[in-house]
């Protein structure tokens, strides 16, 4: 069964810095990868999508890779800002296509 | 706006009153889905669709049911809720599960005393 990893569970830094937040799943045998944003009290944002047969993805600052024979997956935010503040989720679509299975985040707290 | 619309955002309820929380979507996409999501466990899956009149069971359907009778429209019922069932409530929708974007819905916050 598809398991989903996020590490950190939280991660705190001043603004301006590069930070990396880290995915890893059990089964590379995957559809498609997805980042996604949630603020508190509120629905999930995809950011990111990386189909399983490309390496990456870019929006903004905002960059996302995929190695699926390691079962790893790296958002990477360059210049991190107070609003990019939130909880980001992983997630993979299962082999048989009808589900995302979810990591349980990293939240991240950008000050000023 | 392309979005996912959910109803209530909020509900109150007492255990055992039926209860139905509504999601449309204007995409016209194919596949539907509902999420549960409770501190410590994360997102879940409870049920999905892939169009209209073919829905299965996700990984906790227990105590829900739910129909796909028009394309936009994925309803989630509760027949006899119980406090278990306490949790916030995500619709999404895209075009199909395991190829396109996943929008959701703002979520439905359900509680059941």
């Known amino acids: 069964k598809q398991e989903v990893t996020q590490i950190p569970a939280a991660l705190s830094v001043p603004e301006g810095e590069n930070l990396v937040l880290n995915c890893s799943f059990t089964?590379?045998?995957?559809?498609?990868l997805q980042w996604f944003r949630q603020d508190p009290g509120k629905g999930l944002t995809s950011l990111l999508l990386i189909q399983s047969s490309q390496r990456e993805q870019t929006s903004g600052r905002l960059n996302a890779s995929l190695d699926k024979s390691s079962g790893r997956s790296t958002l990477y935010i360059a210049a991190s800002q107070p609003g990019d503040s939130a909880t980001y989720l992983c997630?993979?679509?299962?082999?048989?296509?009808?589900?995302?299975?979810f990591g349980k985040g990293t939240t991240l707290s950008v000050s000023s | 706006e392309a979005q996912v619309t959910q109803n209530p955002r909020y509900l109150i309820t007492v255990t055992g009153k039926k209860l139905t929380v509504t999601c449309s979507q204007n995409m016209n996409h194919e596949y539907m889905s509902w999420y549960r999501q409770d501190p410590g466990l994360g997102l879940r899956q409870i049920y999905y669709s892939m169009n209209v009149e073919v829905t299965d069971k996700g990984d906790v359907p227990e105590g829900y049911k739910v129909s796909r009778k028009e394309k936009r429209n994925f309803p989630l019922i509760l027949e006899s809720p119980s406090p278990n069932q306490t949790s916030l409530y995500f619709c999404?929708?895209?075009?199909?599960?395991?190829?396109?974007?996943?929008?959701f819905g703002e979520g439905s916050r359900l509680t059941v005393l």
């Open positions: 999404a929708s895209s075009l199909g599960a395991s190829t396109g974007e996943l929008f």
């Open positions: 997630a993979v679509a299962n082999q048989a296509g009808t589900a995302l299975i």
């Open positions: 089964d590379s045998a995957i559809y498609n």
